[in-house]
């Protein structure tokens, strides 16, 4: 599993999370997606990365600007984690 960690210049409310999570999940097979414009972030987790440009494509198309990209792995944590 991947964690994606996006900077997204351009939202201002909650309707633009919203455009910018179902652009992601409409394009990529994604496990989750979380946007926030009060931090510029959206934050992906995936079962394998998805390349900047594409990510940065997609979300292009609906009006915002991709303007940081980092990928990590990610370990579920918690109770029933491992």
């Known amino acids: ?8 210049d351009g939202m201002m409310c909650n309707m633009c999370e919203s455009h910018v ?9 994604v496990k989750k997606v979380e946007s ?5 972030e959206t934050v992906i987790i995936c079962e394998e ?7 940065a494509a997609v979300i292009g198309e609906t009006g915002y600007k991709v303007t940081s990209y980092k990928a990590e792995p990610y370990e579920k944590k918690g109770l029933f984690g491992r």
């Open 1 to 8: 599993m991947v964690k994606l960690t996006l900077g997204v």
């Open 21 to 29: 999570n179902d652009a992601i999940r409409n394009a990529f097979k």
């Open 36 to 40: 926030s414009h009060k931090k510029n």
């Open 49 to 55: 990365e998805i390349p900047e440009e594409k990510i």
